[in-house]
């Protein structure tokens, strides 16, 4: 039996607050990259970036933000129901592959040689 004079739990406050974390998280991603072309261009003066090997790595960063805008686009989609389904396997999977992905080329960007 329900308790009257409980309030009612808004249903819809918490598929906002995911909506704006996979926001906020895509445009921290695409910060991250914006900086990484910028220390790659710039190289840190102690022979770091400005190397092939950090353009490669550079490019790499941009295509894995690209692969989680589009995961983000769809769950962002996906919540904007009146009863959003749980995130299935894949999106929450490939999320964490591509964070992990960008951290290993963040660190093979990091540690690539400068050009001679």
Do not use: K
Request: hydrophobic letters at 55%; aromatic letters at 4%.
């Amino acid at each position: 039996m329900r308790d009257e004079g409980a309030q009612a739990r808004d249903p819809g406050a918490q598929p906002e607050r995911t909506r704006l974390a996979w926001r906020r998280t895509t445009l921290a991603f695409a910060l991250v990259v914006v900086l990484a072309v910028r220390g790659a261009a710039t190289g840190d003066g102690a022979g770091h970036g400005g190397g092939p090997a950090a353009w490669a790595a550079v490019a790499g960063a941009a295509l894995l933000w690209v692969g989680f805008l589009l995961l983000a686009h769809g769950r962002i989609r996906a919540l904007a129901n009146a009863r959003p389904r749980a995130a299935g396997a894949r999106t929450v999977l490939g999320a964490a592959g591509v964070v992990g992905a960008a951290a290993l080329l963040g660190a093979a960007a990091l540690l690539a040689p400068g050009p001679e």
